[in-house]
């Protein structure tokens, strides 16, 4: 039923055009080195969970230890991961207010966040490296030390903080409308 104000394809006149959003091909070229040992827990981590899944409802009666495990398989996942998500400067940022200012002003905030993104990462490395120190406790179910979980973890925050440091970096020399133009090629690849 076409009223007038609505075009042959049924929205209304002064409707806003659909966002089209074209899809490119998967590449795998951007992955470096840092980023193998995240894909490798990764999926030592879902072995693990259908090692979990098929023992406790195929064979039922589970594995112990494969839930402890899994646990802390999936904190290494998002410690050695939040590497590569640094790295390309892929974390979640409040770009709106860094688009709604001036652009000397964006740059200002965008290294202001960064360096402030930087000294979390540092002294959550110290403050790590102090918990490795004080941890004398074993895993649960096998007898490996958490310390050597912690660090990982601390491992994956130092990482972290030297890449923040190269990011800061390079917004530091950076033309304002160049950080700008970083932001809108992130909306489109992230």
Same mark, same amino acid.
């Given at each position: @039923?076409?009223?007038?104000?609505?075009? *042959?394809?049924?929205?209304?006149?002064?409707? +806003?055009?659909?966002?089209?959003?074209?899809?490119?091909?998967?590449?795998?070229?951007?992955?470096?080195?840092?980023?193998?040992?995240?894909?490798?827990?990764?999926?030592?981590?879902?072995?693990?969970?259908?090692?979990?899944?098929?023992?406790?409802?195929? #064979?039922?009666? *589970?594995?112990?230890?494969?839930?402890?495990?899994?646990?802390?398989?999936?904190? #290494? &996942?998002?410690?050695?991961?939040? $590497?590569?998500? &640094?790295?390309?400067?892929?974390?979640?940022?409040?770009?709106?207010?860094?688009?709604? &200012?001036? *652009?000397?002003?964006?740059?200002? !905030?965008?290294?202001?966040?960064?360096?402030?993104?930087?000294?979390?990462?540092?002294?959550?490395? $110290?403050?790590?490296?102090?918990?490795?120190?004080?941890?004398?406790?074993? !895993?649960?179910?096998? +007898?490996? +030390?958490?310390?050597?979980?912690?660090? $990982?973890?601390?491992?994956?925050?130092?990482? @972290?903080?030297?890449? *923040?440091?190269?990011?800061?970096?390079?917004?530091?020399?950076?033309?304002?409308?160049?950080?700008?133009?970083?932001?809108?090629?992130?909306?489109?690849?992230?």
């Amino acid at each position: @039923m076409n009223t007038g104000t609505e075009k *042959s394809d049924g929205r209304k006149q002064d409707a +806003p055009v659909d966002i089209v959003i074209e899809e490119g091909e998967t590449s795998i070229s951007d992955i470096q080195w840092i980023d193998i040992p995240a894909i490798i827990v990764f999926w030592v981590l879902a072995v693990v969970v259908f090692l979990q899944f098929f023992t406790r409802y195929v #064979l039922n009666d *589970s594995l112990a230890w494969t839930e402890e495990v899994a646990r802390y398989l999936l904190i #290494l &996942v998002c410690f050695l991961g939040s $590497i590569s998500a &640094v790295r390309r400067g892929g974390h979640i940022a409040l770009e709106f207010f860094i688009r709604m &200012v001036p *652009s000397a002003y964006g740059k200002a !905030m965008a290294v202001v966040a960064e360096l402030i993104t930087f000294a979390l990462y540092g002294a959550l490395t $110290i403050i790590g490296l102090t918990l490795i120190n004080k941890t004398r406790q074993k !895993m649960v179910t096998l +007898p490996v +030390p958490k310390a050597w979980i912690y660090a $990982i973890c601390v491992a994956a925050l130092a990482a @972290m903080t030297v890449y *923040s440091a190269i990011l800061l970096w390079r917004k530091i020399r950076q033309k304002p409308e160049d950080i700008i133009a970083d932001l809108d090629q992130h909306l489109t690849t992230d």
